[in-house]
């Protein structure tokens, strides 16, 4: 069944769920706020949510009514002095800080002031000073907000020049609620929220994939299927790769449905094509791309609690078997490694196979 995302447009943080720290802070910050703020959290946390209703707060002339056409059209991403910027690449490069460098210069169409939303700042590897020098040096009508998974060495500076607000992972018990509460299924519920690794957005497109259940009952079945034999491994980490590729098709489809969108919208105003096509289907490809590796990722989330639910009924039963306990502690130790490797781009072939051969093994 579909989820409806729509929230009371009267509320700015409406669609920020599960974040109450990072909102009351956005909400003190919006009435004396500093020239750049470093969002600390992944897609799915509330970023980007939180990024338009603090614009909207910022822009609006009463600091945010939430019921204005200026808070109306920035929750929308549609207000002139709104500007979201995403790479055009794998990373965000010299290219993408020039281009910040001369939007921060611009003066505002409407409102007092700007905001630049800067998506993907962990990937600014190689235009780190580039971008230094544009936040350390803001015209005094640019607000920066920059969206940030994680900080790597290379950006310790830039964050320090900014006020953080961290966006952790939303609680599952959370994110089961937001569902019910919006007419999924309890049951249902529970099973989405259990496996969308505290991701609002990955929850929203689970609620509506008949699959993911099976794909979920999959993983969790992974410790009972293993025999300790390489070609039962090899055959379930195929099974494994296979899932998660079926599980892009939702997300393909909204893609689809977005790109025509975008057509229809260009032919209505007399364009031949859509303006930058191919940033849009390399946007496309990266977050499908990223979104298998999630899907890999959360699946290894699903199988480190089987274990850890076995490891809980070894101990309970009040006979636990020191080799049992030891095997349970050994996987889900081995699971967790196996997951902070995705961050590394490995075969993940090879990554799975190799896994399950160790968790099929006895200690």
Known sequence: MSVPDVPPVAELFAEVVGQGPAVATLRAAARHPVHAYLFLGAN???VRPAARA???????????????????????????DLVMVER????????????LATLAQRRPFEANRQVLVVADVHLAIRS?????????????????????????????????RCAEVRFPPIASAVIEQWLVGRGLDPERAKVVADGCGGDLDRARLLAEDEGYVARHD?????????????????ELGHDLLAAAEVAVAPLRDHHADELARLEVESQSLGE?????????????H??????????????????????RDRLVHEVASGEADPEEVERCRRATDAITAAASSLERNPNESLMLESLLVRLGSRP
């Open 54 to 80: 603090f614009a909207a707060a910022l822009l609006c002339p009463s600091g945010g009514c939430g019921e204005c056409d200026t808070c109306r059209r920035t929750l929308a991403g549609t207000h002139p």
């Open 218 to 234: 999959l993983w969790r079945s992974v410790p009972s299927r293993l025999t300790g034999e390489g070609s039962v491994a090899a």
């Open 44 to 46: 799915g946390s509330g």
């Open 128 to 160: 780190a000073p580039a971008l230094l020098k544009t936040v350390e040096e803001p015209p005094p009508g640019t607000v920066f907000v920059l969206l940030c998974d994680t900080v790597p060495p290379e950006l310790v500076t830039i964050a320090s």
């Open 272 to 284: 031949k094509t859509v303006p930058g096509r191919r940033d849009v289907l390399d946007r496309h």
């Open 88 to 99: 055009t690449g794998a990373a965000l490069g010299i290219d993408d800080a020039r281009r």
């Open 286 to 307: 990266r977050e499908e791309r990223r979104w298998r590796t999630d899907e890999i990722r959360a699946g290894l989330g699903v199988l480190a609690r089987a274990y």
